[in-house]
């Protein structure tokens, strides 16, 4: 298992309007593609303005087919340029997760 870890900062005061539309049109189409959806989180304390969110997947090839499929989807394809349009994000951070043997996520 692998885990896609990204970490969006966004522009002072755009969060909100950027999670409204996520919520009610990015993530559905998100939830039918990608799979299984760990969560999302704001930070409270420290770097403010950042969204984390986190898919996990069986492998890096698994998240290729995936990803591929959402992004050929006309809906995402109307999603995410519309959402890019609000010029709310100023910088991604995305990586990739392997866990320990130890973790109970696995």
Do not use: C
């Not at 999670?19 to 409270?44: A, N």
């Not at 420290?46 to 809906?75: I, K, Q, T």
Request: charged share 25%; net charge neutral.
């Amino acid at each position: 298992m692998i885990i896609d870890h990204r970490t969006y900062t966004f522009r002072p005061g755009s969060i909100g309007k950027w999670l409204d539309k996520y919520e009610s049109e990015g993530l559905p189409i998100q939830r039918k593609h990608l799979g299984d959806f760990v969560g999302m989180f704001t930070t409270d304390v420290g770097n403010l303005h950042e969204v984390v969110f986190m898919w996990a997947y069986e492998s890096l090839a698994d998240r290729e087919v995936r990803r591929a499929r959402m992004e050929a989807d006309p809906a995402w394809q109307t999603f995410i340029r519309e959402v890019w349009a609000f010029d709310a994000v100023v910088q991604q951070n995305i990586k990739m997760l392997r866990p320990v043997s130890f973790s109970p996520l696995r």
